[in-house]
């Protein structure tokens, strides 16, 4: 009797060991906590021009990770993962991002470098004299990283200059080994109004968009490590 009771004891403690273990490795970083709470601190409020943020519901565990121009750079230049380009306050961006959190989930996907580059980015605007004027102009960094992108990066609008580039948000942009294997920014195109919530039809086809990305990242893995 004595034996069976330190064994069970053994087994109690075995057991409290791996939950305490699991509990552990499923704690959100510093850096999940901090995307989670800049997203959701919005819920309910309403911008300068009166509108209310769409509210979101970022999971605890994101798997977000803040990075700098550096790394961004470093990542389209010779690494691997997946760069979501966005700020909390855009309203595409907190369409979209639900739904790409959704994409990783169902690919079992466990990393997103996220870089808000709102700050970085230059101004431009059309005079009426036909000239082009820069009213706030972009960092070193944010022009490197257009050229980073290259092809994949879209033309500044309004401008009636295609050689003019420009970051919009969010951008999401899918790298293996420095060679950029898709991107896709804003939402879908049916979509008009990024205050109001998507249909189901256009959730399905923007998480359809970016699952597809998803998969094709994990097979451009498997071709050398699988």
Request: proline share 3%; hydrophobic share 30%; with cysteine.
């Amino acid at each position: 009797m004595k034996k069976f009771v330190v064994l069970l004891g053994i087994f109690c403690c075995l057991f409290l060991f791996d939950g305490c273990n699991l509990t552990k490795e499923e704690k959100p970083t510093v850096d999940e906590q901090k995307f989670k709470t800049e997203y959701e601190s919005l819920n309910g409020q309403k911008n300068s021009s009166g509108k209310e943020y769409k509210s979101v519901s970022i999971p605890s565990k994101n798997y977000v990770t803040y990075i700098n121009e550096e790394k961004v750079l470093e990542i389209l230049k010779t690494g691997t993962g997946v760069i979501y380009f966005g700020y909390p306050e855009c309203p595409w961006c907190r369409t979209a991002l639900p739904v790409l959190l959704e994409a990783m989930e169902a690919k079992n996907y466990q990393q997103l470098y996220y870089f808000n580059a709102l700050s970085i980015r230059d101004k431009k605007e059309l005079k009426e004299d036909g000239t082009i004027e820069t009213t706030q102009e972009g960092t070193k960094e944010y022009y490197e990283i257009l050229d980073a992108l290259g092809k994949y990066v879209d033309t500044y609008e309004g401008l009636n200059d295609n050689n003019i580039k420009r970051l919009y948000f969010p951008t999401v942009v899918f790298v293996k080994d420095g060679q950029i294997i898709g991107t896709h920014t804003s939402t879908i195109d049916s979509q008009e109004d990024p205050y109001l919530a998507l249909s189901s039809d256009q959730k399905n086809e923007l998480l359809k968009i970016y699952e597809n990305y998803f998969s094709e990242l994990a097979n451009n893995m498997c071709d050398e490590a699988c």
